[in-house]
């Protein structure tokens, strides 16, 4: 069955850095998009940065772009998400995801259980 273990998260200053890691297995991860999304505190799940299965290109959205980038090592069946210049608004839950085939990067069919990062002085 799929599964998505994500692993990295912790306490950062702002300013400072994290990196998230997803572990997939039970499925061919190469073939797969995949993104990271994020629920803050009494908020609705958000999407953060996605990829498609050939890294043809990276998408971010507006509030992570120029700090985050998203990657991925097939050979590993792992996702990375570097988190650069973190700010209190990144405090949330980030979930790693599987995007349904043929569907945006947004519409996933299967999500970790996440790992917390917190941004505070």
């Known amino acids: 069955q799929v599964q998505l273990v994500e692993s990295g998260g912790g306490l950062a200053q702002p300013g400072g850095s994290l990196t998230l890691s997803c572990s997939a297995s039970g499925f061919t991860f190469s073939k797969y998009a995949m993104s990271w999304a994020r629920q803050a505190p009494g908020k609705g799940l958000e999407w953060v940065a996605g990829m498609y299965s050939d890294d043809s290109d990276r998408f971010y959205d507006d509030s992570v772009k120029g700090r985050f980038t998203i990657s991925r090592d097939n050979a590993k069946n792992t996702l990375y998400l570097q988190m650069n210049n973190l700010k209190p608004k990144d405090t949330a839950l980030y979930y790693c995801?599987?995007?349904?085939?043929?569907?945006?990067?947004?519409?996933?069919?299967?999500w970790g259980q996440g790992t917390q990062v917190t941004v505070s002085s």
């Open positions: 995801a599987k995007v349904s085939p043929g569907r945006l990067l947004w519409e996933y069919d299967y």
